[in-house]
Nanobody
Framework: QVQLVESGGGLVQPGGSLRLSCVAS????????MAWFRQAPGKEREFVAA??????PYRESVKGRFTISRQNSKNAVYLQMTSLKPEDTGVYYC???????????????????WGQGTQVTVSS
């Protein structure tokens, strides 16, 4: 059984930083894509960032502020978030897909496994 477990969310002031972690168990995703999506209240889930080999697409609004990284030995993916803004508030979900290809990394429907989500709130 595949499980993704996120951690690292919380309440932070505008301009602050957080680091999200996601560890997968049950299978390896070395050759696939691991990604982060988020969902704000009343809005649809949206792509944030993904990593597959050397390919690391980002949502335009987080470029230069967020950094995704992976540690394949731990089957983990991380999201370092800096210069956080109130509009970054939402539930952040980790996703993994062994068959996701580079051209579909931003598409939530391509990911087979999802974590339970971790809340990120940016507020003063």
């Amino acid at each position: 059984q595949v499980q993704l477990v996120e951690s690292g969310g919380g309440l932070v002031q505008p301009g602050g930083s957080l680091r999200l972690s996601c560890v997968a168990s049950g299978r390896a995703f070395t050759t696939g894509s691991m990604a982060w999506f988020r969902q704000a209240p009343g809005k649809e889930r949206e792509f944030v960032a993904a990593m597959r080999g050397a390919s690391t697409p980002y949502r335009e609004s987080v470029k230069g502020r967020f950094t995704i990284s992976r540690q394949n030995s731990k089957n983990a993916v991380y999201l370092q978030m800096t210069s956080l803004k109130p509009e970054d508030t939402g539930v952040y979900y980790c996703a993994a897909g062994a068959r996701v290809i580079t051209s579909t990394m931003r598409d939530a429907d391509r990911y087979d496994y999802w974590g339970q989500g971790t809340q990120v709130t940016v507020s003063s």
